[in-house]
């Protein structure tokens, strides 16, 4: 059985702070705050006061008077325990209740010096349509909206002119789309100095991946060309360490990049500056070497996968384990719905570099018309045994009100994607893999909503289609998304996801060692998986590419080509970040 701590935890998206990683906070802001002052010190969202208390730790040791810590906290209980454990070191007070309810009077709070804070990671599903809409008109936030939203808005408004900002948070804000807002918030209100993503390096039990943000309120006389200090960890499973350490976060600070061991396991971490790029784009790690590289990448650009293709989610059945089954066969032959309309169904487990696995037998009921583009259900009454298997489930199926609320029979799939499509060529990769995995698929099948999907049909030729799964499963492409979006979930796993891959760069598909890539893309997609010649193929094909990138593109529009706009060097340069 649960305990109320973790029932709590789950509920409101709280995690407390080890003592290790808020030490490590505190300490990251000694070189930030003004001397010759007594500190003012809050915590929006204090739980059990380990960040309050570290923050007084450090701080004093290093010679600063911490005059006054202040917390919040929605848990009586839980504000109780913070009180009591602050009420032996310095004056202490803590507020109970809802912050961003009590921040409307945040006056009455007077202005502070640091805020130091570990908000509830709650996201738009769990917030619930009401809460997050009420948020989003509140703070100007745009998207998916989570609570990390919202305490850095009212955070500006907490701290004095030579405030300083200590944010432990989700490092989904770097790369996501969502993120825009947090980022929007750092560029407009705060001076960022320091960024540390902390990736999968478990220090923290959250399900999301930490970061650090170390950030000052924003002058007047702010330097804007002023860099900010970016450095990032991960498990490295197939690296050797360079040298052994006690500490993950003892070694991200000291400006150096290598592997380390700890502990048994070894860590990649990685030193830099913070590349900011264009309005809106992710933020990620820049380094001189990766900037040189990323320079030739650009040069050697033609267009992006997102400016030639039209990148699709799977089907979202929301009730998988009635559409979705591998055992059809075993049903009742009165309930077993007809062949016609039990299609076979790509999963992730089933997709891997260049072509689908054909082992899988999973199907998917999927009662629409494969000629039509838009969804049109078919004429059920010509399919009683699948309608016989359908009333099996109905409760169930009509539960999903959504459905019927969108104007849908209650036993259809909530997203079917384009029905005529699925017969179409098409390249499909999983949304999580630790390595590129773009397939090509031929057998008409349906993709599953843990996959993407690019159609041959939405693009300017077949040519193409082979040149995007040659870059996005070479090695190539797999340094552009580490350098450039960079969002690595555990164990060093990738999501792939649209606004990434979109950002995927091509060659001018007319170079010769273009249409060499094409050409050794189409045999390879034929070639048995794993064998010696695939090998073969596959080498061959990052040598066209690192020649085709280093090749001039030719941007102006030809007969062959979609006429759409091609950005220059220098504008292909910024969309990078």
Excluded at 78 to 102: C, N, P, T, W, Y
Aim: hydrophobic residues 40%; negative net charge; charged residues 25%.
């Amino acid at each position: 059985m649960a305990t109320p701590a973790f029932d709590r935890v789950k509920r409101n998206g709280q995690h407390f702070t080890p003592q290790a990683l808020a030490e490590f906070l505190a300490e990251r802001v000694v070189d930030q705050l003004p001397r010759g002052r007594s500190l003012r010190i809050i915590d929006p969202a204090c739980g059990d006061g380990e960040l309050l208390l570290a923050a007084n730790s450090v701080l004093s040791a290093e010679g600063w008077e911490v005059a006054e810590l202040v917390g919040c906290e929605l848990d009586p209980a839980v504000a109780a325990e913070a009180e009591v454990r602050m009420s032996g070191v310095i004056q202490g007070k803590v507020h109970v209740g809802d912050f961003l309810e009590l921040a409307e009077d945040a006056d009455a709070y007077g202005l502070f010096d640091l805020v130091i804070t570990n908000p509830p990671y709650v996201r738009t599903q769990v917030l619930g349509a009401e809460l997050s809409n009420a948020l989003a008109a509140r703070f100007g936030l745009k998207g998916r909206v989570d609570l990390t939203h919202a305490f850095m808005n009212l955070s500006t408004r907490l701290l004095n002119s030579s405030g300083t900002l200590a944010l432990l948070c989700s490092n989904r804000f770097l790369t996501t789309k969502s993120g825009e807002n947090i980022r929007r918030v750092l560029d407009s209100d705060f001076t960022v100095r320091e960024i540390y993503d902390l990736g999968d390096t478990k220090l923290f039990k959250a399900a999301v991946l930490p970061a650090v943000v170390i950030a000052g309120k924003k002058t007047e006389d702010a330097d804007a060309s002023e860099g900010a200090r970016f450095a990032r960890v991960y498990e490295a499973t197939d690296l050797a360490a360079e040298k052994e350490v006690s500490s993950v976060l003892e070694s991200i600070t000291s400006g150096a990049s290598g592997v380390v061991s700890v502990e048994g396991k070894s860590y990649k971490i990685e030193s830099g500056s913070l590349a900011r790029g264009v309005s809106g784009a992710p933020w990620g790690l820049r380094t001189e070497e990766s900037a040189q590289w990323l320079d030739g990448i650009a040069e050697g650009t033609w267009k992006t996968f997102g400016e030639i293709a039209k990148t699709r989610v799977g089907i979202k059945t929301t009730a998988d384990a009635v559409f979705i089954g591998d055992d059809w066969e075993d049903l009742p032959s009165d309930r077993r719905p007809e062949s016609e309309i039990l299609l076979p169904l790509v999963t992730h487990g089933s997709v891997r570099p260049w072509s689908i696995s054909n082992e899988s037998a999973t199907r998917v009921l999927y009662p629409y018309d494969l000629g039509k583009v838009k969804r049109e259900l078919l004429p059920m009454t010509a399919f009683p045994k699948a309608m016989a298997y359908l009333l099996g489930h109905e409760e169930r199926l009509r539960g999903r009100k959504y459905v019927v609320e969108g104007g849908r029979q209650w036993f259809e799939i909530w997203v079917p994607q384009r029905p005529a499509l699925w017969a179409q060529p098409k390249i499909v990769f999983p949304d999580i893999s630790e390595e590129a995995r773009f397939a090509l698929d031929t057998s008409g099948s349906v993709i599953n909503g843990d996959c993407y999907w690019i159609s041959f049909a939405d693009l300017p030729s077949e040519d193409i289609g082979f040149l995007m799964l040659a870059v996005g499963n070479s090695k190539m492409g797999l340094r552009f998304y580490d350098t450039v979006c960079g969002n690595k979930l555990y164990s060093g796993s990738r999501r792939w996801i649209t606004q990434y891959v979109d950002r995927l760069p091509l060659p001018d598909p007319s170079n010769p060692a273009a249409v060499r890539a094409i050409g050794l893309a189409r045999e390879l997609s034929e070639t048995p998986w794993g064998t010696e010649a695939a090998e073969t193929l596959r080498s061959r094909i990052e040598s066209a590419l690192e020649e085709a990138f280093s090749a001039e593109p030719d941007r102006a529009p030809s007969d062959e080509q979609p006429d759409s706009k091609i950005p220059s060097p220098g504008a292909a340069q910024e969309s990078l970040f």
